[in-house]
């Protein structure tokens, strides 16, 4: 990332002159993508080689890689989701990432369910361009999906997707403490996020907020609206509250309490309005080398 956009370590959380991020966000979503848990932020996967002081020919290619796993207990839906990713960014500007989630949901008829990701983000506009300080980062990106949900047969649904988004990321400073904002429209055909299936295409609304008390730790939350599927499916909105601690300039850790609706919503023969699989605790662990 350029010299516009944000850095957040344990020894800094600043407008980084001539840096790239560090530890802290964006961190791998839930689908790998960089983000927060549910939704993507504008800001690109990955670190500088090196100690970071200085600009290298390798870091103007390719970042270093960056990796997330995640931990969803929703139990009072009898859920356990487990998700890993895998990201980078080239040229400064394109992110590529990869994710594998695994579903056990005993309730849904499965016993587990696999579902694969790959995503690719473009920042069109850095943060604070044009000498300005006021400006947010803007992004586009897109994530195929893929559920081997055998839901997908019985509901009559496709097992593979593609969503498409737009996001703009901005970190305030003037503010007593430092806080992020982030919001954008989402393009997408999911059913329960897409681990159930896809159906019809519509567009939601989406953002996050988070606040830096301390230099190594953010607290926030993330909203994302539902997105109607066609024939009476509609997802219910999902929000998170969560704490991330930026350990080292390397590790983050993140705890979070999740709500995704009412989970007899789904459970109930039909019943395809508002579709939800409860709410529980997440936990991530984040990795950049």
Excluded: C
């Excluded at 270093?64 to 796993?69: D, E, K, L």
């Excluded at 970190?171 to 159906?199: F, R």
């Excluded at 230099?215 to 109607?228: F, L, R, S, T």
Aim: hydrophobic share 45%.
């Amino acid at each position: 990332m350029n010299a516009n956009i944000i850095k957040i370590s344990l020894a800094s959380i600043a407008i980084a002159e001539a840096s790239v991020l560090t530890a802290g966000v964006p961190l791998n979503n839930l689908q790998g993508t960089g983000g927060i848990a549910f939704n993507p932020l504008a800001y690109t996967a990955g670190g500088p080689w090196g100690d970071g002081e200085s600009e290298s020919t390798l870091d103007s290619i390719v970042s270093t890689p960056q990796f997330g796993a995640w931990y969803v207990n929703l139990n009072d839906a009898g859920i356990d989701w487990l998700a890993a990713s895998a990201a980078l960014t080239f040229a400064n500007r394109v992110e590529f990432s990869a994710g594998y989630g695994l579903v056990n949901a005993h309730k849904y008829g499965d016993k587990s369910i696999n579902t694969y990701n790959l995503g690719a983000k473009l920042r069109l506009l850095d943060e604070n361009a044009f000498d300005t300080s006021w400006l947010p980062a803007v992004a586009v990106g897109g994530v195929y999906k893929y559920t081997d949900s055998r839901t997908v047969e019985a509901l009559k649904l496709d097992d593979d997707g593609f969503d498409a988004y737009a996001v703009a990321s901005k970190l305030i400073t003037q503010t007593p403490v430092p806080v992020l904002l982030s919001a954008g429209a989402l393009l997408s055909d999911e059913v329960v996020n897409g681990v159930v299936g896809h159906n019809d295409y519509n567009v939601a609304a989406f953002g996050n907020i988070d606040i830096l008390p301390a230099e190594n730790v953010a607290i926030g939350a993330e909203y994302k609206q539902g997105i109607d599927a066609g024939d009476g499916i509609r997802n219910h909105d999902y929000w998170d509250g969560h704490v991330a601690w930026f350990v080292t300039d390397s590790l983050t850790l993140v705890a979070a309490f999740a709500e995704t609706g009412d989970k007899d919503k789904f459970y109930r023969r039909g019943s395809t309005k508002n579709l939800g699989v409860g709410s529980g605790a997440v936990f991530s662990l984040q990795y950049r080398f």
